[in-house]
């Protein structure tokens, strides 16, 4: 690949990794009617090693103080028996949240691939995760109360995360949404959204570099697309998490919609041909 096209790949990494609009599900669409060539494995890993970045930079503060309070509980026994800080519980509530998207991203991964990835199918699944973003618009705005995230809303959202494997399911649109409904509020809602990715695009690099093999990618073509991933996510990231913030989330519903039945119709023409 030239140094371009990893760059273009980068950008559309970057994008569609954080934005409620299915990166899966733009990669299936890319390649089956565009010809979008899918990179190879060391290629895909800086890929999601930028965006693993983007989110870590973006959200260091928050990363920072979870491991301080977690240090802290450990050195000085501070909060055993008694509620942990905010940052150590939003910590904690990060791996409990994270064992249903490993067993469901562990058992259901590749039949849930095979099983919805026809592009016809992508383009369902992208008016699904339309309708879901859409539902922000009518959660009011006091509804989220919740500063803090609790267990059993961990494991949903965690849940919700682990189904978002289906090509066309949005990650950051499906937690999103799942963490609003449960009440908590639009600020945590987001935070612990990204925050939760961040294990989960750890364990995804891990299973790729299990089940792949890596080919010979050129290095200079590796740090563009390495940092045009890095750069758009974070910028995605900063976009986005304003808009939650606002209750704008809904705003990326007509762009899933009209992708969605654009592909549908594309994948019916193809097909009657």
């Not at 491991?67 to 942990?84: F, H, I, N, T």
């Not at 499906?174 to 908590?184: F, Q």
């Not at 600020?187 to 790729?208: M, W, Y």
Request: charged residues 15%; proline residues 4%; aromatic residues 10%.
């Amino acid at each position: 690949m030239t140094s371009v096209e990893t760059i273009l790949l980068g950008v559309v990494q970057g994008l569609t990794e954080f934005l409620p609009v299915s990166s899966s599900g733009h990669l299936v669409i890319f390649k089956n009617i565009l010809g979008f060539k899918e990179p190879e494995l060391l290629l895909d890993v800086a890929l999601h090693l930028g965006t693993l970045l983007a989110v870590c930079v973006y959200f260091r503060s928050d990363l920072r103080k979870m491991a301080e309070e977690l240090w802290g509980m450990a050195v000085s026994g501070k909060g055993r028996g008694d509620r942990p800080g905010s940052y150590a519980s939003l910590a904690l509530m990060v791996v409990v949240g994270s064992f249903p998207t490993a067993l469901i991203g562990i058992t259901f991964k590749t039949p849930l691939e095979r099983m919805f990835g026809s592009v016809s199918t992508v383009g369902v699944m992208l008016v699904i995760t339309g309708i879901i973003t859409g539902l922000t618009k009518f959660i009011p705005a006091d509804r989220g109360a919740l500063t803090r995230v609790g267990p059993l809303a961990a494991l949903a959202i965690g849940t919700a995360q682990g189904l978002a494997i289906i090509p066309g399911i949005s990650r950051s649109g499906s937690t999103i949404v799942c963490a609003l409904l449960l009440g908590l509020n639009r600020d945590l809602a987001g935070r612990f959204s990204f925050l939760l990715s961040i294990p989960a695009i750890i364990g995804a690099l891990l299973l790729q570099f299990e089940a792949g093999a890596i080919e010979k990618v050129c290095l200079v073509s590796i740090l563009w697309g390495f940092a045009s991933a890095a750069l758009v996510g974070f910028m995605a990231l900063k976009l986005l998490m304003g808009m939650v913030r606002k209750g704008h989330f809904y705003y990326f519903a007509p762009y899933c919609w009209a992708v969605g039945a654009f592909t549908i119709v594309l994948a019916w023409q193809a097909a009657v041909r």
